[in-house]
Nanobody, 124 residues
């Protein structure tokens, strides 16, 4: 069992940067694939970015490539989402997710464990 707690959300202006953290409990964190998803009001939850258990493979949504990055610290049991050049359309609740198996298509149903989410609001 893995419990995930996101932090770092807030209100920023367009063009600003923000770093989200996801702290995980459990001794098997280092073996889990981790990902970030987001859900804007009235929209479905969508994949943002994901990282393999050892950081060797990273997948991006096209909308964030070049602006967002992901990293993980398997000693601290934490995964980070660095968001640069933020846009108003990045406004959403951001969720951290984990699974022991690498997802095939980064569909939300493929990931077993989820955090409670953290709000990111980007003003224009």
């Amino acid at each position: 069992q893995v419990q995930l707690v996101e932090s770092g959300g807030g209100l920023v202006q367009a063009g600003d940067s923000l770093r989200l953290s996801c702290a995980a409990s459990g001794r098997t964190f280092s073996t889990y694939t981790m990902g970030w998803f987001r859900q804007a009001p009235g929209k479905e939850r969508e994949f943002v970015i994901g990282i393999s258990w050892n950081g060797g493979n990273i997948d991006y949504a096209s909308s964030v490539k070049g602006r967002f990055s992901i990293s993980r610290d398997n000693v601290k049991n934490t995964v980070y989402l660095q968001m640069n050049s933020l846009k108003p359309e990045d406004t959403a609740v951001y969720y951290c997710a984990a699974d022991p198996k690498p997802p095939r298509g980064w569909y939300s149903y493929e990931l077993t464990f989820w955090g409670q989410g953290t709000q990111v609001t980007v003003s224009s």
